[in-house]
């Protein structure tokens, strides 16, 4: 079964960065998209930002201008830039194929998550 591992999550102040990445740990899964989701305190699974087999990028609002997607297809991994870190950026951030099983199935089908934490 293909898993993917997210890792680089952490606990920062208000305006700092984390790198997070995400890597699978089986074969490479053939997708129209790979992205990031994250769960809330709440238990809310929002969506971050994904990037579709063509190379597109979409952002959700809360996070435009202060995230970047980005991949690396010679390590089969993704990444997620996040600068000026705000605290209800607070969450556990999962990386997901296919943005259509996340809704059907939740934020973590396809690993375990980074947890990231904001403090003001």
């Known amino acids: 079964q293909v898993q993917l591992v997210e890792s680089g999550g952490g606990s920062v102040q208000t305006g700092e960065s984390l790198r997070l990445s995400c890597t699978p740990s089986?074969?490479?899964?053939?997708?129209?998209?790979i992205g990031w989701y994250r769960q809330t305190p709440a238990h809310k699974c929002e969506f971050v930002s994904l990037?579709?087999?063509?190379?597109?990028?979409q952002y959700a609002d809360s996070v435009k201008g202060r995230f970047t997607i980005s991949q690396d297809n010679a390590e089969n991994t993704l990444y997620l830039q996040m600068n000026s870190l705000k605290p209800e950026d607070t969450g556990v951030y999962y990386c997901?194929?296919?943005?259509?099983?996340?809704?059907?199935?939740?934020?973590?089908?396809w690993g375990q998550g980074t947890q990231v934490t904001v403090s003001s």
């Open positions: 997901a194929y296919d943005r259509r099983t996340v809704v059907r199935y939740g934020c973590d089908y």
């Open positions: 089986g074969r490479v899964f053939e997708s129209p998209d």
């Open positions: 990037i579709t087999s063509d190379g597109k990028t």
